[in-house]
Structure formats: structure tokens, C-alpha cells
């Protein structure tokens, strides 16, 4: 477990429910706990990556706190964990994933393993069409002599043959319609 910022965010008013989390989580990566909508809010750093919040608690809401988070920018994904039952107020609510509790150690840990792994694939694909449309430009100004023997343009293709693969891997290893879903709700919410 790596010292210092935190990665992950456990947000619960149940201490122990929160500390439990935070116990399982923080075997494999720097986690930090808080027990109120406010305590969430001024724990929140640049580093936190993933923020596992529960909706009721006293005070601020997981969901106002959401707001809050969503709305002072953080670059971050956040799962709802709850035992609110999902219902249609759900769709205008800007978080990544859902988890009802009762909650195990492995759907816990597969949960965060699974948002943060969008995050790399959100990454890898816009990067991916960022210079595959830096190559087509090249390619339609200049001449395939220039384009040979210039090193640049060769690392830039080695580059995109590389993200290429990644991104297809990422592609072929998602198993169910939620990874699609999932993947798919990341690349629209940065557009």
C-alpha cells in the first residue's frame, strides 16, 4: 500500500461498515475513510481516483454530495453504495456504478478493480483518436518520402499500432453488457 494521497475515498456514516471497506480496499491501494457528507468533501483530493459513497446519511446526502463533487471538477470515479434501491432518480445522477449493500469483499474489490480499469481504457481511446487524427492529417499534407524519413511521424504510428492493440484488447476482454455500458458512459461524459 503506497503512503500519502489517497486513491480511494470510503464515505459512509456506519464507521465500522466504512473502516471495514477501507480495510479491504487498502491492501492494494492508499485509501482514506470519512463518515459525513462534510468529512467527504474536505477529505477529497486531486489523487482520489475512486470515491465509494453511500447515499443516506445524516447531513449532507451521498447524492448532494455527488453534486458537489461532479461539480467542482474532480477527475474521479464514484460508486454509489448504498441500500437505496436504485430507482428513476438515478438516471440524472452523475456517478459511474451502483452497488447495493449487502455487499461482499469480492463484489467490493471487483467493483473498484472494474471502474478504475474504464478509467485507463477512457484514457487510452482518446488519446488513440487524438493521434490517429494527428497521423491522417500528416498523411493527407505530406508526401510518403517526407513521411518515411521523418522520425517523428515513425513513432507516432509505432504509437498508435500500440494503443490500437490496447484498446482492443480492453474491447475483447469485456465480458458483459455492463463493461460496454460502462465503458461506453465514460467516453460520452468527457464529450
Not at 154 to 162: F, G, I, K, Y
Request: proline content about 2%; glycine content about 4%; some cysteine.
Amino acid at each position: 500500500m503506497s503512503e500519502g494521497e489517497p486513491e480511494v475515498l470510503v464515505v459512509d456514516d456506519e464507521a465500522r461498515l466504512a473502516d471495514l471497506f477501507a480495510a479491504w480496499i487498502g491492501t492494494e491501494r492508499s485509501v482514506e475513510t470519512a463518515y459525513d457528507g462534510e468529512e467527504a468533501l474536505e477529505t477529497m483530493a486531486d489523487s482520489v481516483e475512486i470515491v465509494l459513497l453511500d447515499r443516506r446519511m445524516p447531513g449532507l446526502s451521498g447524492d448532494e454530495v455527488l453534486d458537489e463533487v461532479r461539480e467542482a471538477g474532480y477527475d474521479c470515479r464514484v460508486v454509489m453504495v448504498t441500500a437505496v434501491d436504485p430507482d428513476f432518480d438515478i438516471i440524472e445522477m452523475r456517478f459511474d456504478d451502483y452497488l447495493v449493500k449487502p455487499v461482499s469483499k469480492d463484489e467490493l474489490l471487483e467493483m473498484v478493480e472494474s471502474v478504475s480499469s474504464r478509467s485507463a481504457y477512457e484514457s487510452d481511446i482518446l488519446e488513440y483518436y487524438s493521434l490517429v487524427s494527428k497521423k491522417t492529417l500528416l498523411e493527407s499534407e505530406k508526401a510518403e518520402r517526407e513521411l518515411e524519413d521523418n522520425e517523428e511521424y515513425q513513432e507516432l504510428r509505432e504509437r498508435v499500432a500500440q494503443l490500437r492493440s490496447r484498446v482492443d484488447d480492453t474491447v475483447s476482454g469485456m465480458s458483459s453488457h455492463d463493461d460496454f455500458v460502462g465503458a461506453f458512459q465514460d467516453l460520452q461524459t468527457e464529450n
